[in-house]
């Protein structure tokens, strides 16, 4: 069908429509509806600068760490995040808290991703567990400046970038760096430390923040994938194990982690053998970027066999340790914490350091195994009638 064009090249359609909106944006500036469209930027810099002027005087680094940030160079301003309610001392409490919410206006892809990965489950598995329960029942304050503090300060409202993206830069190259992840992913299970005594971690120290040198970003979130999730998930176990006596051992294993109860927590490990090949499959084609194929699916494998060795361990200790409660030896409570003290954190520990190429640590754990399981032997033989 033919379209008649009007002098300039522009179709009738395209014409007539620009003049509807040009003739609505009048009438809609003269009845008030909004201000002339150069105002807006103008009025955003005024409202900031009002909050800069008095933020400089009570908390003048935190401006100053806004003032160098890309989204203040954007043109983005104070209320933008916190809104425009608060202009006062007197009103502090109008002002937002902003969260992933807030972020997702302009960050969509990334908060959308966040929630479907385990840092947005967090707050979920601090409560699905009886341990994160009687650790707050027991000792909330304690409670609330342990567990709580990682487990909320990521995942509070939905999500809380700025436990990874610092306030007020909220800088992407600040999040890449290993010390990002350090405050949470230590101790009980050391992610950061296994990395930082791997050889990545070496020359991450010797050369520092180097496209050429892995951090946990760029194996955990390649390409900026906000969605963090591993094959082995967090607890070493696999809903679908093919091997037998690896089965029964996870078994063993996973029973256990339900008294204690953060295994509850969802999507704490892959169900399926075919959701565990696919984050496998994903994370060797991220080691492939450095190394060949091969190589990354013979040091993945060596450490699966430690997986397998970690919860062998833990089955015997646990084995151990269940003929001691049904004897008596041992009551629901004390058999709780054993399993918690000296099970739990050691079997993690062991194929976290694995994984992160830190040999030490996986000795270390088996030692740790040994000493304490020879110690269980020893309680059940001073507790088990001897027949003569």
Known sequence: MMRLRPAGGMTMVSAWSLSAVFRALAVCILLGAIGPLSTAPAARASASAQCTDCHKKTMPAVVEEWETSAMARSGMGCGDCHGYAHTSGADAHKAVMPGIRTCSKCHEEQATRFSLGKHGKAEQALFASDMGKKVRAHSPDIFDRSCATCHNEICRDGGQCDACHGGHRFQAREAMKPEACLPCHMGNHPQYESYSFSRHGALYRSRGLDPS??????????????????????????????????????KTVRDALETLGPVLAPDSFRPTLAGWTDHRQKMVAVCAQCHTRTRAQKELLAADKIVAQANRLAAGFLRQANQLKDQGALNQKAYFWLIRDKMHAQRMGMYISAFHQYPEGVLLELIHFKRETMALQRQLSETTPTTK
Do not use: L, N, Y
Request: with cysteine; proline share 8%.
């Open 213 to 250: 040198i892995p951090t946990c970003a760029t194996c955990h979130m390649s390409g900026g994938d906000h969605m963090v999730k591993t094959g082995w998930g967090f607890f070493g176990i696999r809903g679908e194990e093919p091997d037998p006596e690896m089965a029964c051992d996870q």
